[in-house]
């Protein structure tokens, strides 16, 4: 299980945690037998700028906080090509990450091949990370796959970075990957359609060995698989997980809901980002500049998805609610 509540969770929180918040949600997961733990920005190390969203404390100091309470799981940091650097990944390895999780849109995995292989090189548990698979099909997906495999990736992961996909299309995907490739595959579902606990089961079901959850669902958009639901479904399944699910309960309800600043459900601006199929982390961005310019953020959201924008092209989000309240002005 991997648990991604100090990265995608930095999404719904405004990337506010600090280092007492990081050491105490790494060290219960830690404690309850997560096998993954991940933290980064919300998009990825160095991800803490204007355009992504400027975090409280510098990342790295959150790693090396959760470094030194965390004694059995892997310290994972988010790395996207062209935010972050080797020259960052380097850093955050002397601050206690042993694996990085390599991500890039689906059709552009070649770009990530020196950051994996610096990566492996360097002693670092690898994964290649496709996002927004939603927007590719199985065989592309496949093609894509190998790209990382063939760089030496431990295991790739999927993203349904929207929330748009059923559980029939999660099933089509990995069935493809897990035929095609040798390696494990993983799979990170948001719930934007309220889907994110049967898309994860579905991945299960097809051979996926890896699955992304946070406490509480906290996440971008709508949020994330819900770890601690998830490891109840997995062990009423009749499953073999390793995880203390009541522990991670413990964890959710005791750390991490007092934290979060409202409550991760499927209002209608989160909803809109899986029917359009719009990258989550967009959803307070566009709220944002829905406030500013006096328009409804499902109209941005709509046209978001009729341009099919992808992670990284947050800056247009501002563009598109200017255009649009220009014409509503008209």
Excluded at 142 to 158: P, R, S, T, W
Excluded at 200 to 222: I, P
Aim: charged share 20%.
């Amino acid at each position: 299980m991997v648990d991604t509540t100090l990265r995608d969770g930095s999404h719904a929180v405004s990337h506010s945690f600090t280092t007492e918040e990081a050491a105490a949600i790494a060290g219960g997961l830690d404690k309850a037998g997560i096998d993954i733990i991940e933290i980064s920005h919300g998009d990825g190390i160095s991800g803490s700028c204007i355009n992504y969203g400027f975090s409280k404390v510098p990342e790295l100091d959150l790693l090396e906080a959760a470094s030194k309470v965390v004694k059995k799981a892997k310290l994972a940091v988010l790395l996207l090509p062209g935010v972050g650097t080797i020259e960052d990944l380097k850093q955050a390895q002397e601050r206690g990450a042993n694996a990085v999780r390599v991500a890039t849109h689906v059709t552009e995995a070649d770009i990530a091949i020196q950051h994996i292989g610096w990566a492996k090189q360097a002693g670092m548990f690898t994964v290649g990370f496709l996002m927004m698979t939603h927007m590719a099909s199985p065989e592309k997906i496949v093609e894509q796959a190998k790209i990382f495999e063939d760089a030496g990736a431990d295991y790739i992961n999927l993203a349904d970075s929207s929330g748009f996909m059923t559980p029939d299309d999660v099933k089509a995907r990995i069935r493809a990957l897990t035929a095609a490739t040798k390696l494990p595959v993983g799979f990170h579902s948001h719930n934007n359609l309220g889907l994110s606990v049967a898309n994860s089961l579905a991945a299960v079901e097809e051979g996926a060995s890896y699955v992304d959850a946070t406490c509480r669902g906290l996440g971008a958009g709508a949020g994330n698989t819900q770890l601690e639901v998830f490891c109840a479904v997995l062990k009423r399944q009749g499953y073999a997980v390793d995880t203390d699910a009541f522990a991670i309960m413990d964890v959710a309800e005791n750390i991490v809901e007092p934290l979060m600043q409202r409550p991760q459900v499927i209002r209608t601006d989160s909803l809109l980002l899986g029917y359009a199929g719009v990258y989550s982390s967009f959803l307070l961005h566009t709220r944002r500049a829905a406030e500013k310019f006096g328009i409804p953020a499902r109209d941005i959201l709509i046209e978001l998805g009729k341009r099919r924008m992808v992670g990284g092209q947050e800056d247009m989000i501002v563009d598109v609610a200017y255009q649009l309240s220009q014409k509503a002005g008209a």
